[in-house]
């Protein structure tokens, strides 16, 4: 379980954030996740208002997570295929040698003001 470590590093990036710009409340955090980070979403629900807890800055406030998609290139035959929907292996040719493009991602998007 490493998404709580990860989350508590998240929650002190967007609460330093938030200080230094005399920012008091925050309603919201975005955060981005690959469907190939290895982090379950779930997990983030669930221990968001543990990490957030006697945080002032957070009380009352929504984790939003969006979604970006493990798209990989095909080093056989260049196509671009979802990864987790193709189970790794391209859907034209059958091979497993690829090019991740993205959905490796963990980051913050935005941080929404009270
Ligand atoms: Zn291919």
New binding site residues.
């Given amino acids: 379980m490493h998404e709580i470590s990860v989350l508590k590093q998240a929650v002190d990036i967007a609460e330093e954030t938030a200080t230094e710009n005399n920012i008091q409340r925050i309603a919201y955090l975005t955060l981005e996740v690959g469907e190939l980070s290895g982090y379950l979403p779930v997990f983030f629900e669930k221990y968001y208002p543990l990490v957030t807890e006697n945080r002032p800055m957070f009380e009352g406030s929504e984790l939003r997570m969006v979604m970006v998609p493990g798209e990989a290139l095909?080093k056989?035959?260049s196509?671009m295929y979802n990864v987790m929907r193709n189970e790794g292996r391209?859907p034209?040719?059958?091979?497993r040698s690829k090019k991740i493009l993205g959905g490796t991602e963990f980051r913050i998007r935005d941080i929404g003001l009270g």
């Fill in positions: 095909c056989e035959c196509a391209c034209k040719c059958g091979s």
